[in-house]
């Protein structure tokens, strides 16, 4: 069993920056043609000259996972310029600003549920359509968290949202394990993005307390096990949602 993406074609949702940037860079210089999709522009365009510059062979499209004809453009064009789609990785996701839930407001929820488990949705559901209408099956990766694996106070919307991500792929591996299509969902836990900086200046401090392994997660440690679940290594596994956390059992 490899770990080689060789020939195969790989769509990274959020991939300018953070977890997905590694995700695009790993997958890259496994041999996968890699399609770099972002909002970001400039770091997107980034990863893609860090990847060809390795030797690997990356295009931009930029995609906001937030709007369904993007995502649905999104897969069609990396079809078009792989031949086929092999891997999806719905990454992109965003934290939203701290607070308990019942301060809560629609709008802040609307937002973090369409970008964190809506748009998953959309991203599994046009994968998945390209997937079968080639027969060939593939490989689908969705970033969930150790946020929805229980309680998360003070994240507002974020658990649900990940939560429903961790559900959406129990289930759609299910649905479509006979197709050859294996679905599987990682949980990192506090990893050192920019999301965490944006959780306000004491976050950092605050949350290595909890950690056992007494650090954050690095992006790219994240990256080789989303790389190791999209690969063929992992063949005999979907439907799982996979901790990587740091020993970390609650938020
Ligand atoms: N950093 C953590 O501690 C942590 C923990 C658990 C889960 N996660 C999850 O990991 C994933 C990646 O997060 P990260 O920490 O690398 O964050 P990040 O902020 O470093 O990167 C997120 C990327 O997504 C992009 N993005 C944001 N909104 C988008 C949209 N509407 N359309 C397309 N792209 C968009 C951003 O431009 C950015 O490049 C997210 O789903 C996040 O919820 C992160």
Known sequence: MTQSFSGKTAVVTGAALGIGRETALLLGARGARVIVSDIN?????????????????AHFIRCDIGDEAQIQALVEQAVTLGGRLDV????????????????????????????????VFWGQKYATLAMLADGKGGSIVNVASIAGLGAAPTLGPYGPAKAGVIQLSQTGAVEV??????INAVCPGWTDTAIIDNMGPDARTKLLRGIPL??????????????????????FITGVAYQIDGGIKSV
């Open 177 to 182: 394990a006979r197709a050859g299509i294996r």
């Open 41 to 57: 522009e400039d770091a997107g365009a980034a990863a893609v000259a860090t990847i060809e510059a390795a030797g690997g062979t």
């Open 214 to 235: 007494g650090r954050m997660g690095q992006p790219a440690e994240i990256a080789e096990l989303i790389a190791f679940l999209a690969s063929d290594a992992a063949s």
């Open 88 to 119: 999806m990785v719905n990454n992109a996701g965003i934290g939203g600003k701290p607070a308990p839930l019942h301060e809560v407001s629609n709008e802040q929820w609307d937002l973090i549920i369409r970008i964190d488990l809506t748009a």
